[in-house]
Nanobody, 125 residues
């Protein structure tokens, strides 16, 4: 049974950086990938970035391309989201998602089977 634990959120000034971590304990070798999504107050959960466990293929939302980097450490069952050049509009609760199979789209919340508890990221102007 997979469990997700996120960490690394906090308060940072605009232009600053944060790194989020998500440990996927109990994952199996055949599990497909992971994703990061975010949810701002009054808005729906939106896709940020995704990665596959096997090949490390990565995908990004246009709004974060060139600023955020998703990576994974298979030995540690951990996925990271390095966030640079943060903007106030990046303020949200960030969730990691576990995707057991390749079915569905990497950017769709319904493609993910499990979510972490979320970690708050606040960017001040």
């Amino acid at each position: 049974q997979v469990q997700l634990v996120e960490s690394g959120g906090g308060l940072v000034q605009a232009g600053g950086s944060l790194r989020l971590s998500c440990v996927a304990s109990g994952r199996t070798f055949s599990d497909y990938g992971m994703g990061w999504f975010r949810e701002a107050p009054g808005k729906e959960r939106e896709f940020v970035a995704a990665i596959t466990w096997s090949l490390g293929s990565t995908y990004y939302a246009d709004s974060v391309k060139g600023r955020f980097t998703i990576s994974r450490d298979n030995a540690k069952n951990t996925v990271y989201l390095q966030m640079n050049s943060l903007k106030p509009e990046d303020t949200a609760i960030y969730y990691c998602g576990y995707r057991r199979t390749y079915r569905g789209q990497y950017y769709a919340t319904k493609s993910y089977d499990l979510w972490g508890q979320g970690t708050q990221v606040t960017v001040s102007s």
